[in-house]
């Protein structure tokens, strides 16, 4: 019946939450080699996902590698190998350029392993994709040619993919045209989406972009007093 097909339905979709890149950061962790069905919304199975596309869909692993590498100049490629001593498991690690040195992802910086969580899952097969991806605040720790290029990446998945983001960023909120924007207000203690429109704010984003309008409160989604 509908419940069914409503409940199905939800459970296609997943949220991702890569904030976590602590030393004890499930992304930081040994994974389990065989777990690559799909990227989990913790990054946990990050490398064996990465293996997994390595070795079986090598046009998106290249697109996720070139990706990297544009935002990490120092990024050769992953090393993405069972552990030698341990075979049905698996940790991130990669080459640094000019470089024979170990290194694995704790070695790398907060926004790198965070930007390539997001590289893995935007750029990741459409077959594996959930049929609606959920990401809140993606742009923490990156730098903002990582921003521009994440919001390059979510705007390529978006064409097959329904991509949801929750962001505070007015420099992601740049690279996006007013109709893609929903603006969340609390109205009567609830919360309140608005889509903006560019008929509403022609005159403005003349002078000034969407982040900037953003910023100067002239469309909301800032806190208020209830």
């Known amino acids: 019946?509908?419940?069914?097909?409503?409940?199905?339905?939800?459970?296609?979709?997943?949220?991702?939450?890569?904030?976590?890149?602590?030393?004890?950061?499930?992304?930081?962790?040994?994974?389990?080699?065989?777990?690559?069905?799909?990227?989990?919304?913790?990054?946990?199975?990050?490398?064996?996902?990465l293996y997994f596309l390595s070795e079986k869909h090598k046009a998106s692993y290249g697109l996720i590698r070139g990706a990297v590498q544009r935002v990490a100049p120092f990024f050769d490629d992953f090393q993405l190998k069972p552990v030698q001593l341990k075979p049905d498991t698996i940790i991130l690690e990669w080459r640094h350029k000019n470089s024979e040195a170990y290194f694995d992802a704790t070695m790398l910086s907060d926004g790198t392993l965070r930007f390539i969580a997001l590289a893995t899952l935007f750029l990741q097969p459409e077959g594996y994709r959930p049929s609606v991806i959920l990401v809140d605040e993606?742009?923490?720790?990156?730098?903002?040619?990582?921003?521009?290029?994440?919001?390059?990446?979510?705007?390529?998945?978006?064409t097959k993919t329904q991509v949801i983001l929750g962001t505070q960023s007015p420099l992601l909120l740049d690279h996006f045209k007013p109709e893609d924007v929903l603006v969340a207000n609390r109205v009567d203690g609830g919360t309140q989406l608005t889509r903006l429109e560019s008929g509403k704010l022609v005159s403005w984003l003349e002078d000034y972009s969407l982040g900037q309008l953003w910023e100067k409160n002239e469309f909301g989604g800032r806190p208020a007093k209830e």
């Open 1 to 49: 019946g509908i419940a069914n097909f409503v409940s199905g339905h939800l459970n296609s979709w997943r949220l991702y939450h890569f904030q976590d890149t602590s030393a004890g950061s499930p992304m930081k962790k040994t994974a389990s080699l065989n777990d690559n069905h799909f990227l989990r919304p913790d990054g946990s199975n990050l490398a064996a996902f």
């Open 138 to 158: 993606p742009e923490l720790g990156l730098h903002p040619y990582a921003i521009t290029m994440l919001a390059s990446l979510v705007k390529q998945a978006s």
